[in-house]
Structures are given as C-alpha cells and as structure tokens.
C-alpha cells in the first residue's frame, strides 16, 4: 500500500512537473514571437525609411550633376562637387542600411546565373586603381588560370563584398601595396572552391577586435576623432552576404603591419563554360552569354556592336533609335515579339532591349523562344535588357526566370542607358551623347508648354537632351495616342480585360516620355482595372483619359508650333 501511495505521488509530482514546463514553453514561446515581431517591424521600417529616403536623394544627386553639366565658376563648381560627393555617401549609407534591414528581416535574395569571374575581379581592381594612385599605392591582381571562364551564383553580391573589402583596404592603407586575389583550391565535378583574398600594408587590426570585426556597426576606432568614415555595417553585410552563398569569411592581421580578409565560395561551373573549355581552336568566346548556352567565338575584327529594339509602342522605339541614331549607332527595331525572333534567326545581336507587354507574344516568351533558338543552334545569344515601367520584385524575379539579364526602367536618363550598355557591352563601347554635346538645343522655358499639369517642361528637356530634335517623335506619339485610347474604348465595349491591360500599359510607357503625369496616372488606373477584370466601372475612367489624352496632344502640337 506504502508502495502504492509513493508511485501516485511521483505520478503527481512529475504531472505537475509536466505542467509546469509546458507553461514556461508558452511563456517561452510567447517571448520569442514577440522579438520576432519586434524584429521584424524594426526591419521593416529600415526598409520602408531606407527606401522613401532613397527617392529625393536620387533627385539630389540628379539635380547636382544636371548643375555641375552648367556653366558655372569655379567656385560653384567646388561647391557643387561637394554636395555631390556628400549626396553619394549618404546614398552609400542608405543602401548598407536597406541590405542590412533585408539580411535581418530574411528577404535578402541570392541570385543563380551565369557570370564572368575573372571579368567581374578585373573591374572591382579597375574600380579602385585610380584613387590608389591618387594616395601612391599599387592594386596588385592575380588571377588563378585555373578558373572557369563561367560560374553560376550571385555575380552582384559577390561584386559587393570585393568591392567592401577592396575600398577598406585602399581607404586604410597610405603606403605599400594592395593584393588582390583569386584561386580555385579545390575541384569536384561541376563543383569549385574558389578562395578571395585581399590583403593590405596598413595599420592592421589589434588583436582583442579580431573577434568583433564582423559584428554590426563595430569598428576599430571609435574615437570621435577617428581619421576614417564608415557606419561599421560593411563587413557585418559582407559575413551575411557570404554566409547566405554558402561561403565562410576571415581575417589575419598583424597590427602595424599587413591585413588579410579572405572568403571562400561554393561556385559551379556553367554549362557554357564547361563547352567552352573543351573547345581545341585556341579561339575565346564571348564572356557575356547567359547561363547554360553555347557560344560562338568572337569575330577577331573589331566592330561595332549590334542594337535590336524591341517594343510595340512606336513612341518608345523612336525615342530609342534616335539615341542611338546620334551615338554613331546602327540599331535595328521590330514591334512584336515574332519578328524579334525571326530576326534574331536571320542576323546577330550584341544586345536586345525587349519590351516586356506585347501583344501575340509578350517579350518574357520572346526571351524564352531567342534562348531556344539559339542554344539549339549553337549560336551565341545575345544580351537581353527588359524595358519596362514596372520594376517590382516579381517583375525582375521574372525577367530573370526568362533568361534576361537585367532591366531598364521607363523613363530612363541617359545616365541609366550608358550603365546598362557599359556593364554589358565592352566598358566605352557605345557613348551616349548628350545633346549638348552636338549642338543642339532644348526648348525654351519660356513657350507656352511649360512646366504644367498637363506635361512637365523638365522631362521634356531630357528628352531632347538625350535624342536631339523631338519633332518626329511628338508626330507619331499625336497619332499612336488617338488610336491607343480608341483600342482601349473599344476593349472597354467588349469587355476584354487583356486588351485594355495591354493597351493602357503601352500608353503608359509612352506618355511618361514625355511627362504626362495626370495621363500616366490614369492609364495606370486603368491596367491595373483590366487586369483584375473590374470593368463595371471604367467608362467614367475611359472618359478622362480621353479628355487628358487630348490636352497632351493640344500641348505638344503647340509645342511643335513654337519651335
């Protein structure tokens, strides 16, 4: 009975033992949700702060350059170049702030495509060659001729952490030199274990802040007479960015002497370049190709390189051309994505600009269907830049998932055009001209279309700053508009969602060309209504753009007038 009575109690006891721990787990539990939401709100609002201040300084930067392109004396140009430089390093900031939020909040996404690594190391060591100059340093960079000409994985972040590594070693160093290199230390099938190291002869770092050099906002010297800037969120972003690839990062350093920061990544070898490699001609293919599709050797003459645009809007096509038309550049252009194809079965392209929203065959499937071609071909496939004002993540996810390397965003500045075609095409290979650089001249403040709500005055003079005379542009943009607001009427009578989709996207794209805000706006109202299918009531929709539609047209015919 005795033994009885002490099993029940030991039953009891552990019950309420049981109890207990199941409490202390929801207590626990509840504590832990709570950090997560706390944490995640705080990244968020780093995100959501990062990217509203992102937009006026955009502006600034702009408008700063814009300025500095004026004729100003000496000392305003120093004093613009000042606010440029300190505009520049708070955007620096801004976007360390806005990565770090996103590795916190775990949206940081890595990317898989097919790269050029010994290109992508020889630009970071170009980047930096000239203010290493300016201090008497040299950039040594070694190579490992081992390296595949081609690996798939996250060219951009792999760029963002030599670049961290490479500016703090030339920002820290004043005498001596800077190494920069690259090896595969190991090779398994399709599989490389590539190693970065970047070492240095500055001062170095003290032993007992090793150990936190890749915390957050940690720094060597933390005095308020630090000798140099920094937010002490690079390397921390740099362990992340490495440790999301798979890789592991370190560093060595013995103070007063040399540093040495070293990562070493996971990287598989493409498909291409593994086709490549076993190539026995002695000949070099093109280092551009996208991931896994065959190439053909670059031609040994030297020439200029070959311009496909791609787009239904007619407006947009010209406005494209004429850059290039006065760039010295011969571009071909189609208006649908069949012809695009069969074109690009007849010649061959460097580059293609596609327009995503098309009728028939919009430009993902146009991507697509070129891929296709041409690996099954085996000829070598050109670069392909989506053109498009939607540029959210789903958008690029999607670019990317076709096989396009990178977007452009409607309206685009010059600035935005040449950066496309220097990352893709050989660094100077096609300069974009300003127009003052050709004599020609934007249209006066003073005529009667200035800055108002129907068009705003400032896009205008960039457009002319970047194609020239706009006069046939304005001529064919009059007529496209009657008619892309009449297939609008006409998708709104039948009650076809997807035209009215695609018709308004398309005036859209062209109307912010010209700055026709209230009209981009209201088109942009009205795709997003084709596309839910939520006709019931457009026509109030319909009968505004109609009306703005054609206060644009009054407008630009007054301008055309006027000159």
């Given at each position: 009975m005795t033994q009885q009575s002490d099993t029940q109690l030991s039953i009891e006891e552990l019950s309420r033992e049981v109890a207990r721990l199941k409490q202390e787990n929801r207590i626990l539990r509840k504590k832990v949700a709570r950090a997560d939401a706390v944490s995640k709100a705080k990244s968020d609002f780093l995100a959501m702060i990062s990217h509203e201040i992102r937009t006026p300084m955009n502006g600034v930067i702009g408008l700063t350059e814009l300025l500095l392109g004026t004729g100003l004396d000496d000392k305003q140009r120093h004093f613009a170049r000042l606010i440029l430089t300190s505009a520049q390093s708070l955007m620096t900031l801004i976007n360390s702030l806005l990565d770090f939020s996103k590795i916190e909040a775990r949206k940081m996404i890595i990317e898989s495509r097919s790269f050029d690594l010994r290109r992508l190391v020889r630009e970071v060591s170009e980047l930096y060659t000239p203010t290493a100059d300016r201090k008497g340093i040299k950039v040594d960079t070694e190579i490992d001729p081992a390296l595949a000409r081609r690996y798939v994985g996250d060219p951009q972040r792999i760029r963002q952490v030599l670049a961290n590594l490479v500016g703090n070693a030339v920002k820290f160093t004043d005498q001596g030199t800077i190494s920069l290199q690259v090896q595969v230390t190991s090779r398994r099938d399709r599989h490389d274990a590539v190693l970065f190291s970047v070492s240095d002869t500055g001062p170095g770092i003290p032993r007992d802040k090793i150990d936190t050099i890749f915390e957050p906002f940690s720094q060597v010297d933390t005095s308020a007479t630090r000798h140099h800037g920094g937010t002490g969120l690079g390397l921390a972003i740099c362990y992340d960015l490495v440790s999301l690839m798979g890789g592991e990062i370190g560093v060595d350093s013995v103070p007063e002497r040399k540093t040495t920061f070293l990562f070493s990544l996971p990287l598989i070898r493409s498909n291409a370049s593994q086709r490549r490699e076993k190539k026995t001609d002695g000949t070099v293919s093109d280092p551009r190709s996208g991931p896994d599709r065959s190439n053909q050797p670059v031609p040994a003459v030297s020439r200029s390189p070959r311009i496909l645009i791609v787009d239904d809007d007619s407006t947009n096509r010209i406005v494209i051309e004429e850059i290039f038309k006065r760039s010295g550049v011969v571009s071909a252009a189609v208006s649908s994505g069949p012809e695009a194809v069969d074109r690009c079965l007849k010649e061959e392209f460097d580059l293609i600009f596609m327009d995503c929203q098309m009728p028939v065959m919009d430009g993902f499937q146009t991507a697509v269907q070129i891929r296709a071609n041409a690996e099954s071909s085996g000829d070598r496939c050109p670069v392909i830049i989506a053109l498009t004002a939607d540029i959210t993540e789903e958008t690029r996810r999607r670019c990317q998932r076709c096989g396009m390397e990178g977007y452009l965003?409607?309206?685009?500045?010059?600035?935005?055009?040449?950066?496309?075609?220097?990352?893709?095409?050989?660094?100077?290979?096609?300069?974009?001209?300003?127009?003052?650089?050709?004599?020609?001249?934007?249209?006066?403040?003073?005529?009667?279309?200035?800055?108002?709500?129907?068009?705003?005055?400032?896009?205008?003079?960039?457009?002319?700053?970047?194609?020239?005379?706009?006069?046939?542009?304005?001529?064919?943009?009059?007529?496209?508009?009657?008619?892309?607001?009449?297939?609008?009427?006409?998708?709104?009578?039948?009650?076809?969602?997807?035209?009215?989709?695609?018709?308004?996207?398309?005036?859209?794209?062209?109307?912010?060309?010209?700055?026709?805000?209230q009209l981009t706006r209201l088109c942009q109202q009205a795709e997003q209504m084709g596309r839910a299918g939520n006709l019931d009531n457009?026509?109030?929709?319909?009968?505004?753009?109609?009306?703005?539609?054609?206060?644009?047209?009054?407008?630009l015919m007054k301008l055309l007038e006027n000159k």
């Open positions: 965003a409607k309206p685009f500045s010059r600035q935005d055009l040449q950066q496309v075609l220097d990352t893709w095409l050989s660094p100077g290979a096609i300069r974009v001209v300003l127009e003052e650089e050709t004599g020609g001249e934007a249209p006066s403040r003073q005529d009667t279309t200035g800055k108002t709500e129907v068009l705003d005055q400032e896009v205008i003079d960039r457009l002319v700053r970047n194609v020239g005379k706009i006069d046939v542009i304005i001529e064919v943009f009059a007529e496209d508009l009657v008619n892309r607001v009449q297939q609008m009427e006409e998708a709104a009578w039948a009650g076809d969602g997807e035209s009215l989709q695609r018709a308004a996207h398309t005036l859209k794209g062209s109307c912010s060309q010209f700055g026709a805000r457009i026509w109030p929709l319909i009968g505004q753009i109609g009306r703005e539609a054609e206060m644009v047209r009054e407008k």
